[in-house]
């Protein structure tokens, strides 16, 4: 039975494995976080949940839309009715975490293991983690951010051609402060739950209750505006927080915080991407690279990379 190692349990690499389960692969997924779903990110805060990576999803392409109508059927995903929007939004019903948790039923996903070298064998790859783990396939999809792939792949002592180097290098992201705000009385942001500025420090707020993910006590995400989040990602957090919470006085009175957390994306959203929906290594092994980096982008694009490269594979055994 061929076999495959996938770097990175976000959407891309959930898809691909599930994708390749369902037709009878050997797949084992390592991610380096103690729970699957990479930026597709939700935390406990109090008794309130908040997601505080990726806020809703499209699903724009056939393929997509196959898997989405399954999660709406299973009740794990519903529509987030969205002003000035011409395709419909989703969001996880408990947060964008349960997601990532439906596709990675009954796949071998190993929390915990951050990969540090990749080495090729005689009949495939091995990837060794930070635990001293050792895993081996014959074949490998590496999911995880362009620039965290490039360490991997300088610290496996690869040596990429130029263009595979030119591609990579042509991808970047653009980081973002995340504010999640526990309260104790409800947010006066207007139905259905969102402001978007368009200029200073604040690019996004969402009500987490009214989002309906949280409906045991009230929440609220910001995310900072991508100019203020490059001006302080290595600020202080709490400082950084309080700074963007007292900007919404009329939306979260003093009164109303509870308590709040700050998270640091460094890699947020890919807002220049390689055209294909994944890159081919030339290696020995079947090697790909693939993520949100690669194709359309966000979640969609994730987990068309995913799906494609799961399907590359799947003709090329
Ligand atoms: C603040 C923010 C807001 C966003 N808003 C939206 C939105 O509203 N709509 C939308 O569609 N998209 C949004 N996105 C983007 C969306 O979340 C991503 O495009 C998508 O989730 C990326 O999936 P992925 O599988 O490519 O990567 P990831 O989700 O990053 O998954 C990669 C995984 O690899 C793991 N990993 C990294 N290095 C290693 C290693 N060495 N060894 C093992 N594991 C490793 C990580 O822990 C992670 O779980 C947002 C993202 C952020 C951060």
Redesign the pocket.
């Known amino acids: 039975m061929p076999t495959s190692l996938i ?8 898809t691909a494995a599930r994708e390749l389960a369902r037709i009878g692969w050997t797949v084992t997924v ?4 103690r729970g ?6 939700t935390r406990r805060i109090e008794q309130a949940r908040a997601d ?7 699903a724009k392409t056939p393929e997509f839309q196959a898997y989405v109508q399954q999660f709406l059927t299973n009740g794990i995903v519903s529509e987030w009715p969205l002003p000035d929007t011409d395709h419909p939004r989703y969001v996880g019903r408990d947060g ?1 975490s349960a997601v990532a948790k439906q596709l990675a039923l009954d796949l071998d996903i190993r929390t915990g ?4 070298k990749i080495e090729t064998t005689d009949t495939g790859c091995r990837v060794l ?1 930070d635990t001293g783990g050792r895993y081996e396939a014959g074949s490998l999809l590496v ?3 362009v620039p ?1 792939a490039q360490t ?1 792949f300088n610290d496996s002592g690869f040596v990429l051609s130029e263009p595979e180097q030119a591609a990579l290098a042509a991808v970047a992201y653009k980081p ?1 402060l ?1 504010v999640i705000v526990a309260l104790n009385q409800p947010s006066r942001i207007p139905t259905p739950g969102v402001l978007r500025f368009e200029e200073g420090p604040i690019a996004w707020v969402a009500d987490n209750q009214q989002k309906g993910i949280s409906p045991n006590q009230p929440s609220v995400t910001i ?1 900072a505006s991508q100019a203020f989040s490059q001006a302080h990602l290595d600020d202080d957090l709490n400082a950084v927080g309080q700074g963007l919470i007292d900007r919404l006085p009329e939306f979260l009175p003093a009164d109303a915080v509870a308590t709040y957390q700050v998270h640091r ?1 460094r ?4 807002d220049q991407r390689h055209n294909e929906p994944f890159l081919r290594i030339n290696a020995p092994i079947p090697l790909l690279i ?4 690669f194709g359309m ?6 987990f068309l ?2 799906y494609q490269m799961a399907h590359w594979l799947a003709q090329s055994a």
Not at 30 to 33: E, V
Not at 113 to 116: N, T, V, Y
Not at 267 to 270: D, G, R, V
Request: net charge negative; aromatic share 8%.
């Open positions: 770097i990175g349990a976000g959407m891309a690499g959930l390592l991610d380096k976080g699957v779903g990479g930026r597709m990110a505080h990576g990726a806020q809703y999803f499209s964008m293991e951050r990969a540090i983690t999911t995880i951010p965290q991997l973002c995340a995310h994306w890699y947020s959203q890919a693939g993520g949100d980096g982008g966000n979640v969609e694009g994730a990379s995913g």
